[in-house]
């Protein structure tokens, strides 16, 4: 643990806590709300064909929705129970990493 809180900057065990429990959340309410915004915009399963293709491109869909919906939550959530400044920050350094980097610079 304490490697990990060095690498992250962080100082006490209750912050490491919070970061984790934050993560959790994201993570979870990423995925719950994945499902609703795919029905909400007439993306339900029922839309696509039966077959493994059918299924094969909701799921796609699905986990591309997914994506956008973690890194604003993760940031919500992380303002929300305090630790804003490290998830901006963690934020920031996973886009860039993806190549989205451009996102963040100032010119």
Known sequence: MEKLKERWGI?????????FIVFAITGSSSVYIAK?????????REAFPSSAL??????????????PFYQILLV??????GQFKFFW??????????????????S
């Open 89 to 106: 920050a963690f934020e920031k350094k996973m886009l860039s990493r993806m190549g989205l980097g451009f996102l963040f610079n100032k």
């Open 11 to 19: 100082s006490s065990n209750f912050q490491l806590i919070i970061i």
């Open 54 to 67: 059918g299924g094969t491109l909701y799921w796609i869909l699905r986990i591309l929705l997914i994506f």
């Open 76 to 81: 919500v959530f992380g303002w929300l129970f």
């Open 36 to 44: 609703p915004f795919l029905e909400w915009i007439g993306m339900n």
